[in-house]
């Protein structure tokens, strides 16, 4: 029996290992930090009035509660009880968020990082078993190919926290072979800058928050604009530290691997279609934002015949947007196919 | 399109692989053939290895043999004969401690490995073996390397060596050699699929002559990429990685962080403990050739291993245990 459309509520859903985003068919748009926290004991569970926190919010009271991030280099961190909690925890916060009505019936499309697809679909399925009643899982970059309705000659890369995903669209659905996976990502440049900084200031003391926060603000590619003065407590004295080299080469240690798998996979595009491929990519997730990163990659483009690389307009919102375009296309009779 | 996508998440919740569609280009037939090259290739004798400034001409067959391995085994549609997904343990359960280091020198004996300007891999492997033993066991860890001078030792003597000595963690210490003379840095593998063709290459390279058979592989590869071990293996790999950077950018300012990459070296695969292999420097880079003349530079990538063991092992509750224990524990 097919049900009135509206008595469905559409979501589609972006599970990152930095935020998460939900794009609804009601209309509604957001997007939190991938944190879940739990009060670690009685006091804070009294301080903070909640069962669980969740994004910013978690982050914010982090001293009192048990926090985690779930996802960690595009993986559920498998074996771990709690952190699949924290992801059923994390997909029915942003269901709430969306704000269904009780009698709708909520079928959503969570797109993850390509790795995850790879390596722990079946783990991927049950952590999200139950949060909504259907429920069907893709790569993230596929999200965002279809979203965009880039699904032939093109190349997604996704450059998200814990992975970079780079897909190419043949005009169908894409096979291992299409699509690659790198650790150097988000999380990897905040690695690096914290051994930058180290070796810069011994005495400093700052945190990954802090490190993660300056890129997030300062991040850039190619010559540096001026300088980037951050406060950071040396030995306890608030000091201002110019740390635009740091910025810099943490920044562009990402480019060489994204370069090196960019190359290679459009060598592998029939021939015929490569110069097409080339013209079509689209840089996707946080590091798209990353000031002349694009315009690095339509250099190294340049050795190989040139080529236009594009960022997508709205990275927060591209891949959940791209999960509810599926979500809308796909005909009832697949959802009854998928329950939740 | 989108009946792939619900086709597979179908296949996902019925327990079955996905069937997934694969083009048969001539690439596909390449890596059929390569895999028939590959049997072969195996069970010839092991002949000496190529003496350019590059590595041994890559076995581009084990790589493309092996990348198809992991699929052996839990491919095929039938989900009656599909095994349980395995669930991966929290190693943190078991809080063991980590002693016995086994350090494993690239190449040797008539496997040169990377030449170039009178430098031998196989010599710069062993000697920088050597000084990380004596760094760890000067910090009470018990320490056994897979070969104790210029010997020709096939990977898969390297791995039962290891196995029979039955170590608590393997690095493998190789150096670099990179198409792209103006690259250099480090970068330390775990086992996993490798991430790009490069990798492929190098894995190929650096498998030549393993002594396993094709069979032998996918018995080794099944189950492993969801066991215990591959989970340590990337921290290990995390902490070794970290350390080489972090230490060898104040000698080789131009160094670059290569990270942490996958890639199905035999020597990550046969072994039963947390292994990892390192390629320390480039010596195809004319810096980091000159860099690695100097006995002091090859001391600091020594210390930097060793350092990256003892962070490992300390994260494991190991220094408490090796206290308790004392010195000479085995």
Redesign the interface.
Known sequence: MTKEKSSVLHLGIDLGTSRSSVSASNGQHHVVESYVGWPVDMVARKLIKKSVLFGHDALEARPMLDLHRPLERGLIK???QKDEQAVRELLQHLISLANPEGNQKVCAVIGVPAEAMR?S???L?NAVKGVADS????SEP?AVA?GMDA?LHTMIIDIGAGTTDFCVMN???P???DQ?????AGD?VD??LV??L??KLPDAQFSIHMVRAWKEKFSFVGEPKGKVDVTVPVNGKPTVVDIAPEIQRACE?LL??IV??ML?LIS?V?PEYQESVRHNIILAGGGSQIPNFAAALETALGEIGGGRVKAVDDPLFAGSNGSLA?AA??PES?WE???G | MLHDAVEENVATITGAVPRRRRRVSGRMWFGLAAVAALVFFLVRPQGPAATGPARPNPAIEMAAAMAEAPRVGTGGGNAALQPPVPHVIDPTIFRLAVRKIVLDPGHGGTDPGAMTGGLREKEITLDIAERVAAVLAAQDFVVVLTREGDETRSLQQRVDAANTAKGDVLVSIHVNSIPTEERRGVETYYLGAASDSRIERLAGAENSGSGYSLADFRHLLEGVYADVRHEESRRLAQAVQGRLFSALMHANPQIEDRGVKQAPFVVLVGTEMPSVLAEVACLSNKEDTLLLKQDSYRQQIAEALAAGVRGYAAARGAVTTLARRGAGAN
């Open positions: 498998e074996g771990s390596v679909r079946q783990h399925r429920l069907m899982i893709v596929f279809y699904l005009g169908r659905y096979t291992d072979e690659r996976t790198l650790t150097n990897s690695e690096q051994t930058l180290r070796a240690s060489p691997p090196e798998t290679d592998r029939e599926i296309d796909a697949d196919k998928l329950p």
